[in-house]
């Protein structure tokens, strides 16, 4: 980078000196000597190292021929960290909830499987002999070829599973939501994804199209 009086010249070029005009060759043939002599001096960068939150800018000093960089805050960026972890937030609630809809596909549909799995707690728990089977396990016999009592077991087994998923996805939910509200401005996409990746890992990566595997 050189300088032209107060002309920043940041590559090679032609130039037009008075009546002379000179290719951009003398750049590279010219000796510091000679180019100094047409008013053309290199210009000495003083670089700084970069901070989050801040910005770099650049003055010039031609009488020195140095071009420095010093850094200064960047404006609103509290407003705008505010919106990023909101944002991180909100795609972590997002993703726990596609997460959650691939094991429980449609509407209510979790709903029907806690009903189901509190009833048949309560029917297996029963002393023997049982009342008749709840709707909730006949019906699963029916559907499955089970008895009443292996329907029930399924059910519970099931339920357990399922169970074990929403309290996984739950305490990573909110693991993720409270390390994004503390972590340093500048890690917040970062911490964001950590979390999204443990969500994901709850679905197989070779899941393209086909239908989500539910419990009974």
């Not at 960089?69 to 596609?98: H, M, W, Y």
């Not at 002393?127 to 009592?149: E, H």
Request: with cysteine; net charge negative.
């Amino acid at each position: 980078m050189w300088h032209l009086n107060d002309r920043v010249i940041k590559k090679a070029i032609p130039l037009t000196i008075g009546d002379t005009q000179y290719p951009q060759q003398i750049f590279s043939r010219f000796s510091e000597a000679e180019l100094n002599a047409l008013g053309i001096y290199s210009m000495t960068i003083v670089n700084v190292e970069e901070v989050y939150g801040k910005k770099e800018i650049y003055t010039d000093d031609f009488e020195t021929h140095t071009r420095t960089f010093t850094l200064v805050d960047i404006p609103n960026l509290v407003a705008k960290e505010t919106n990023q972890r909101e944002q991180a937030k909100s795609d972590i609630d997002v993703t726990a909830g596609n997460v959650r809809s691939y094991f429980a596909a449609y509407p209510l549909i979790d709903e029907e499987y806690s009903r189901a799995y509190g009833v048949a707690k309560e029917w297996l728990a029963e002393a023997d002999p049982k009342p008749i089977a709840p709707l909730a396990v006949s019906s699963w016999a029916d559907a499955s070829g089970l008895t009443n009592t292996e329907a029930a077991e399924s059910i519970i087994t099931s339920g357990e599973q399922y169970n074990q998923v929403l309290d996984a996805v739950r305490a990573i939910r909110l693991g993720g939501k409270a390390a994004v509200d503390v972590c340093e401005g500048s890690t917040i996409n970062e911490t964001k994804q950590v979390y999204l990746d443990q969500l994901m890992s709850f679905i197989p990566s070779d899941i393209v199209t086909e239908e989500p595997v539910v419990p009974e």
